[in-house]
């Protein structure tokens, strides 16, 4: 059996089956985000500075009331999470200019670093093979920072 849905651009789109057979494993979001960081070559927050200068782009999904709060994160690319995937896909027509280089190391940072590993671990799997999260994320490299 085949299920339908419209996608997000009006267009239908097909999802597999359905059989239970079929079904992949259900994760906890702890055996998840473990399964994520397995690919990832994380950042420790002391050195995020240096990857920026090596050519690194820098993407902090931090919502805007986060943002707002906290500080911005100085030479970072902010893109919402709810669009990152179609900003930085090499094949969107929706992507971001910036992303001309699907080599190129790519540095996710949200709050805490959790959401950041689950993003990267996506972005890995849409090609873009060196993306990474910031250990920590924001809360972290701002601590960090505080004994500068």
Partial sequence: MNRSHSSDDGGASSQGSLDPGSAPETLTIDQLLEESRVGLERVHPSDLEQEMAAGALVVDTRPA???????????????????????????????????DDPDRRIVVVCNEGYSSSLAAHTLQRLGLTRATDLIGGFQAWAALRKFD
Avoid at 69 to 92: C, F, H, Y
């Fill in 65 to 99: 009331d986060q943002r707002d709060r906290d500080g911005d994160l100085p030479g970072a690319v902010v893109i919402d999470r709810n669009v990152l995937e179609w900003r930085l896909d090499p094949s969107s027509p929706h992507r971001l200019p910036v992303v």
